[in-house]
Nanobody, 122 residues
Framework: VQLQASGGGLVQAGGSLRLSCEGSGGTFSSYAMGWFRQAPGKEREFVAA????????KYADFAKGRFAISRDNPKSTLYLQMNNLKPEDTAVYYC????????????????WGQGTQVTVSS
């Protein structure tokens, strides 16, 4: 599956953004999907993941209560709604697909999108 992320941009602290990730070339609904991010000088970190049906999700502690992951399988699209953004959320955000429809303890991306830049100004 090929993944194309979009929706990043520059936003002030406290603002919102919605990221999108469109899949092609595979059966989108057969994959659990997730978002990761990588800030300058830091390692890539997990943000959120969702099972194939959208009925179960998992979040990193920093994302709980502010971010919401969702998916639209007929549109082969994954979303990440980010609210109350903080300067420390500045990073390149990547979407990923896992070769399994359900979530386990650790979400592992097998296919990756190209990333979209999110910059939060103070």
């Amino acid at each position: 599956v090929q993944l194309q992320a979009s929706g990043g941009g520059l936003v002030q602290a406290g603002g919102s953004l919605r990221l999108s990730c469109e899949g092609s070339g595979g059966t989108f609904s057969s994959y659990a999907m997730g978002w990761f991010r990588q800030a300058p000088g830091k390692e890539r970190e997990f943000v959120a993941a969702v099972v194939w049906s959208g009925t179960m999700t998992k979040y990193a502690d920093f994302a709980k209560g502010r971010f919401a992951i969702s998916r639209d399988n007929p549109k082969s699209t994954l979303y990440l709604q980010m609210n109350n953004l903080k300067p420390e959320d500045t990073a390149v955000y990547y979407c990923a697909a896992q070769n399994h429809p359900y979530l386990s303890t650790l979400f592992r991306g097998n296919y990756w999108g190209q990333g979209t830049q999110v910059t939060v100004s103070s």
